[in-house]
């Protein structure tokens, strides 16, 4: 997991921490990667999160920006916006975590990881959400930038009038991401509050995930700010187009070390039902209908053996859904 890095990409990491840090003013909140704005006109507080899983920094440049132009007046929002890191320590190491996933510990526990310390740490600047947007990348290409979260009516409407992409890869609300843990998002709809995870792109930097992230900062703080002085997020909601709603409809599970995909498998790769999806000499894996890969993964090997710790699962096919959320889940 622990991936070399390129010497210009580890110059530009370093750097914009250190300008990110010297910029920011963390406000009420006991934490060294935090910037608080406070627009003073009205009381909606938007949160975004950057870099819960450490190599996934591509929205950095972005919210460096966002700071730097909110200081500046460049844009201006009347009320609460705070921006945090949540894993600048992994970030330097090129890993998604140190010792535990940050994005599955959002939990009252007295763990004593770093990310379980880090957790309780971030957890009050969700408490304070009205709205969360947390930015994430994936680890292979993706050919589309997409929301991962459950459904959630109320999410619903702020990602529907933010619209940062078309996609919206969701889940049953009532279900858990990964059972006995807890991520931002879900963390923050336990609150009542609409928590939205959105993967930019592959993981690093790029022009398109600093114009996809920016964008979607700027257009959710146009939007808190039309809320916050009055307007219904349903009506500006109901002014964009909807999702393309996809679902899980399988997950391989990773139960063999033999298990190994085909090579040059990435997010959003379309397959057919009965197509092979192993490589040469592996375990038999077929895609078992039509659909998308999510999530594909090539663990580290030796010999041919996935090295511990395996991940869950090996992939995700995904499908569209053939009734809206709305229907299938209603709020009861
Ligand atoms: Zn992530």
Known sequence: MNDAFAPETRRRLTQLLDDFQRAASPGPFDYGWVHQHDGQRHDRHVVFGC?????????????????TALRSGEITYGGTATVFIGNPEAALENRRYLEADLNRVFLPTKGTTHEERRARQLMPILDAADVFLDFHQTILETAHPFYIFAWNTDAWQWARATQATP??????????????????DEYVSDRGRPGMTLELSKKGF????????????????????AVGMGSAIETLAASEPDFRFMITEYAEPFDHPAKSLRPGLVNFQTVKAGEALNAPGSPTMVAPQDGALLFPKYPEREAGVAVAPWPNEVYRLIVPMNAHPVQRWPTP
Request: hydrophobic content about 40%.
């Open 206 to 225: 790029s022009s398109g995930a600093e114009s996809l992230c920016w964008n979607a900062m700027v257009k959710t703080l146009t939007v808190a700010d």
């Open 167 to 184: 996609i919206w890869v969701t889940r049953n609300p009532t279900a858990q991401f990964s059972s006995g843990t807890k991520c931002t």
């Open 51 to 67: 870099m819960v899983h450490g190599n996934e920094f591509g929205s950095l440049p972005a919210a460096l920006r966002l700071i």
